[in-house]
């Protein structure tokens, strides 16, 4: 799959799991991770590293896979160009909660609309209610053409 010109984006959690689990992974989910390797830079809510590692450990204590594996995957998805975007306290419980009301969304999957529409980027997810909820606010998805 080629991908497209998408120099910055917002990741989500469940776009950064399907890489770190073989049956997760999608075209899609590889493609925005070839935009990291080939040069784009993506950006995260603060929940973000949290949401990674806890399933991740989840998937340990599942044995799909083990306590090495998961060093490793996490080291390297710490190689990428992701940066985590701090949470002030009055946003997230401000226009975050607004947001999470309005869309009837988690506060956490809130976080990631409200930075893609603080940066005006695309949103990389594969989760069916953030990203209908990213289009009616406006927010593009990370596109990837064939």
Do not use: H
């Not at 998805?77 to 419980?93: G, H, K, M, Q, T």
């Amino acid at each position: 799959m080629k991908v497209a010109a998408t120099k910055r984006l917002v990741l989500d959690a469940s776009v950064t799991l399907a890489w770190c689990f073989s049956d997760e992974s999608t075209a899609y989910t590889e493609a925005v991770l070839d935009l990291l390797a080939n040069g784009a830079e993506a950006i995260a809510p603060a929940i973000w590293p949290f949401e990674v590692a806890n399933a991740l450990l989840v998937g340990e204590r599942r044995k799909r896979m083990t306590s090495a594996q998961v060093t490793s995957v996490l080291q390297r998805i710490s190689d990428l160009p992701i940066s985590v975007e701090p949470i002030r306290v009055d946003r997230a419980f401000g226009p975050i909660l607004s947001l999470a009301r309005n869309e009837q969304l988690t506060e956490y999957d809130a976080a990631y609309i409200e930075l893609a529409l603080r940066e005006g980027l695309p949103l990389a997810t594969l989760d069916d209610r953030l990203r209908r909820a990213a289009r009616g606010a406006g927010i593009a998805p990370v596109k990837v053409r064939t």
